[in-house]
């Protein structure tokens, strides 16, 4: 079963209007979970690092008023897209690394779509 | 920060024959590189991966293989099979260290397995 469950799979939204997507690591915690973004035929782009009870650290180029990173907790970590606009459609997806695993996991994934 | 070239970014082959995917990367501190499958609007499937102290890893049809001199690391795939047809990304990441497994990822190879 799944080890990192991200929720919800898919999401239509407004222009305008924030949305906020859930990743959840289930049976290990998590103080550092990522979040990347992949445009169609695109590669993986990282946009934050999510650290338990920190501000996150985000890449050159990403607004963090835009897009609100909360890791609240060992095992869940929120990335909301705030005022969404058409061009924040994508697919997004977080990891989480296991370091007793020594495993990174992802997440399955979220379709954004703003109309 | 790091820095990976993938390529080719398309490889149509025959089934049967072979595949190889190159990658080069750019921070030399990096020390882990796993090769991931991806199919359309799915999570990355982990297919391999190898660390700095190995030259090469190979596992049933698929092998990696790394320069770490040249910072150069490959992806082979043996008698190919429809069903290997997806695109694949490589990446490089500082494992373990303080912020590890930040993945920088290739920009990926759609590989076509034609009948």
Known sequence: GAVVSQHPSWVICKSGTSVKIECRSLDFQATTMFWYRQFPKQSLMLMATSNEGSKATYEQGVEKDKFLINHASLTLSTLTVTSAHPEDSSFYICSAPDSTRNTIYFGEGSWLTVV | ?115
Do not use: M
């Open chain 2, 1 to 115: 920060g790091e820095n990976v070239e993938q390529h080719p970014s398309t490889l149509s082959v025959q089934e049967g024959d072979s595949a190889v995917i190159k990658c080069t990367y750019s921070d030399s501190a990096s020390n882990y590189f796993p090769w991931y499958k991806q199919e359309l609007g799915k999570r990355p499937q982990l297919i391999i991966d190898i660390r700095s102290n190995v030259g090469e890893k190979k596992d049933q049809r698929i092998a990696v293989t790394l320069n770490k001199t040249a910072k150069h690391f490959s992806l082979h795939i043996t008698e190919t099979q429809p069903e290997d047809s997806a695109v694949y990304f490589c990446a490089a990441t500082t494992r373990y260290t303080g912020g590890g497994n930040k993945l920088t990822f290739g920009t990926g190879t759609q590989l076509k397995v034609e009948l």
